[in-house]
Structure formats: C-alpha cells, structure tokens
C-alpha cells in the first residue's frame, strides 16, 4: 500500500481554486464575458504546474489526482474545527 500524500496547504487551496473557478466557467453560458474566468484559470494553472512541490519530476504524475482529490475533499466536508471553503 503507497503512503498517503502529505500536499502544503497552499497547494491545497491553489487546487481548490482552481477547481471552483472551472466549475464557475463551466456553468457560464455562452457569450456570458467569460475572459476574466478563462485568464485566471490559466493564471492558476500555471501557478499549480509551477508551485515547489512538483519540483520532482514524478510527482505530478504521482499526486496529481490525489492533489485533486484532497482539494475536492476540502471544499465538500469541512474537518474537525475548520468551516468549509
């Protein structure tokens, strides 16, 4: 069994960021001024591929769904003292 991924916060809430603005552009109907949306999530996907943690090459092939997955987890069931994001 592999060990768990032990992400820094910051790369958490990066992700999680990432992943409301997606779902805010996703749901934005066509012609709806989406630039501001679609540049910040290239301004957050660039910061994600670029944050110290992936310096490892293999690291992001082997976090990369579990980073996805801890920020899901974040935002959809606040932990013991901590109000959801």
């Not at 709806?32 to 670029?50: P, Q, W």
């Not at 943690?53 to 920020?71: D, F, Q």
Request: hydrophobic fraction near 40%; charge should be positive; charged fraction near 20%.
């Amino acid at each position: 069994m592999r060990p768990p991924f032990r992400f820094p916060e910051d790369l958490i809430t990066l992700q999680s960021t990432w992943q409301q603005t997606y779902a805010v552009l996703a749901q934005a109907p066509a012609g709806a001024g989406t630039t501001a949306l679609r540049r910040r999530l290239i301004a957050l996907s660039g910061t994600l591929c670029t944050h110290p943690y992936w310096a490892n090459p293999t690291a992001w092939r082997a976090g990369g769904v579990e980073l996805r997955r801890a920020a899901r987890t974040r935002t959809s069931v606040p932990a013991d003292g901590e109000a959801a994001a």
